[in-house]
């Protein structure tokens, strides 16, 4: 039988705007910097009572959320069907936010076929990387024509790490003084985005959806570290500390052999005051490269005292899938998956 039809969307409003736009002198004039681009569709039946807002990861942007690299709906549709408003953020220098080194300062190499190749598309292609490699197999089918409908949407990323996180907290935590109480739904890169805007507007988060964020914490990426363990810039933690060096850290064996032991803070552990009593969810698929290790981000939170929780997709049968895992032929599986621990979790 020929597949159902999706009935048509009925949209009560859709628009966008930017949010932290700062205004930055300069020899030739004053120039706007640091502003986030969002795009949102509010559906004429919203069925839930907060939006979620979605964030990309790395040199990605909002274009993620918005459809499949083979041309299928995305996740910000698919939750919109469901009754969300959905927010689609392009942050600070990637797509609709525009980059310039004036505004935003240096910026790193783009990404090319060959990396993103070997870490989204086929890394079963290199099973020696890591153990999980040889498992993918939900990339979309289309070859060249499909993975550059991905790759032509990605930039470079800001050097600037601490600048960047710190970016994330502001322009964030004005995009809920604006829309009211929301759910962050967070990828890769843009993982920390969740922490930082918990951290600048904890009563407006309702629930962090976070999909492979950047990990392990405390690890060296190749623009920072995570220097407060799962950012590069400033947390609130109780007893305070008062730089990176307050925090101790040893290492915690990873719960599988395959699994890479995680750094941990040592006991007596500070608490994550911001995050206390925001539902988490850290989401892990089976065959990215991060499998191996961001059980670490839920060891981390849970130890500062966050109500987080791991789900990793084979546990709950889904297989196959790689770190794009809103761009894999399965998707509309895994946003199921993700709405049942929005409509368990979230009150």
Same mark, same amino acid.
């Given at each position: 039988?020929?597949?159902?039809?999706?009935?048509? $969307?009925?949209?009560?409003?859709?628009?966008?705007?930017?949010?932290?736009?700062?205004?930055?002198?300069?020899?030739?004039?004053?120039?706007?910097?640091?502003?986030?681009?969002?795009?949102? @569709?509010?559906?004429?039946?919203?069925?839930?009572?907060? !939006?979620?807002?979605?964030?990309?990861?790395?040199?990605? @942007?909002?274009?993620?959320?918005?459809?499949?690299?083979?041309?299928?709906?995305?996740?910000?549709?698919?939750?919109?069907?469901?009754?969300?408003?959905?927010?689609?953020?392009?942050?600070?220098?990637?797509?609709?936010?525009?980059?310039? !080194?004036?505004?935003?300062?240096?910026?790193?190499?783009?990404?090319?076929?060959?990396? #993103?190749?070997?870490?989204?598309?086929? !890394?079963?292609?290199?099973?020696?990387?890591?153990? %999980?490699?040889?498992?993918?197999? @939900?990339?979309?089918?289309?070859?060249?024509?499909?993975?550059? %409908?991905?790759?032509?949407?990605?930039? !470079?990323?800001?050097?600037?790490?601490?600048?960047?996180?710190? *970016?994330?907290?502001?322009?964030?935590?004005? $995009? $809920?003084?604006?829309?009211?109480?929301?759910? $962050?739904?967070?990828?890769?890169?843009?993982?920390?985005?969740?922490?930082?805007?918990?951290?600048?507007?904890?009563?407006?988060?309702?629930? #962090?959806?976070?999909?492979?964020?950047?990990?392990?914490?405390?690890?060296?990426?190749?623009?920072?570290?995570?220097?407060?363990?799962?950012?590069?810039?400033?947390?609130?933690?109780?007893?305070? /500390?008062?730089?990176?060096?307050?925090?101790?850290?040893?290492?915690?064996?990873?719960?599988?052999?395959?699994?890479?032991?995680?750094?941990?803070? %040592?006991?007596?552990?500070?608490?994550?005051? *911001?995050?206390?009593? #925001?539902?988490?969810?850290?989401?892990?698929?089976?065959?990215?490269?991060?499998?191996?290790?961001?059980?670490?981000?839920?060891?981390?939170?849970? %130890?500062?005292?966050?109500?987080?929780?791991?789900?990793?997709?084979?546990? /709950?049968?889904?297989?196959?899938?790689?770190?794009?895992?809103?761009?894999?032929? *399965?998707?509309?599986?895994?946003?199921?998956?993700?709405?049942?621990?929005?409509?368990? *979790?979230?009150?």
């Amino acid at each position: 039988m020929p597949a159902t039809k999706p009935t048509p $969307l009925t949209i009560a409003d859709q628009g966008f705007f930017w949010v932290g736009v700062e205004r930055s002198q300069k020899p030739y004039g004053t120039i706007p910097s640091g502003q986030m681009y969002v795009q949102y @569709q509010i559906p004429a039946e919203q069925r839930h009572p907060y !939006p979620i807002v979605m964030v990309h990861g790395g040199g990605g @942007q909002g274009t993620d959320y918005l459809g499949t690299p083979d041309g299928r709906p995305g996740w910000a549709t698919w939750f919109l069907r469901q009754g969300y408003a959905v927010y689609v953020v392009d942050r600070p220098g990637h797509g609709r936010a525009p980059y310039h !080194p004036d505004a935003l300062g240096p910026m790193g190499n783009p990404a090319t076929f060959e990396m #993103i190749g070997g870490l989204f598309m086929a !890394p079963e292609r290199n099973p020696q990387s890591y153990p %999980q490699a040889r498992l993918h197999n @939900q990339w979309p089918e289309g070859g060249d024509a499909v993975d550059e %409908q991905l790759l032509a949407g990605m930039g !470079p990323m800001q050097t600037d790490l601490p600048a960047v996180h710190a *970016n994330m907290a502001r322009v964030g935590g004005a $995009l $809920l003084d604006r829309i009211g109480p929301a759910i $962050l739904m967070t990828h890769s890169a843009g993982g920390p985005f969740g922490w930082m805007v918990a951290e600048a507007r904890p009563a407006l988060v309702k629930a #962090i959806v976070a999909v492979e964020p950047f990990s392990p914490p405390f690890t060296e990426g190749p623009f920072g570290t995570l220097t407060w363990g799962l950012t590069a810039a400033p947390l609130t933690f109780d007893p305070p /500390a008062a730089s990176p060096a307050d925090l101790k850290r040893e290492l915690r064996k990873a719960p599988k052999p395959e699994l890479q032991d995680t750094y941990v803070q %040592q006991e007596p552990a500070r608490k994550l005051v *911001n995050l206390r009593g #925001i539902p988490i969810v850290v989401v892990v698929s089976e065959a990215a490269w991060m499998a191996t290790f961001t059980h670490g981000v839920v060891d981390f939170l849970k %130890q500062a005292g966050a109500s987080a929780e791991l789900l990793r997709l084979e546990e /709950a049968g889904i297989h196959g899938n790689g770190h794009m895992m809103m761009s894999e032929k *399965n998707s509309d599986e895994i946003a199921a998956l993700l709405n049942g621990w929005i409509e368990k *979790n979230v009150r």
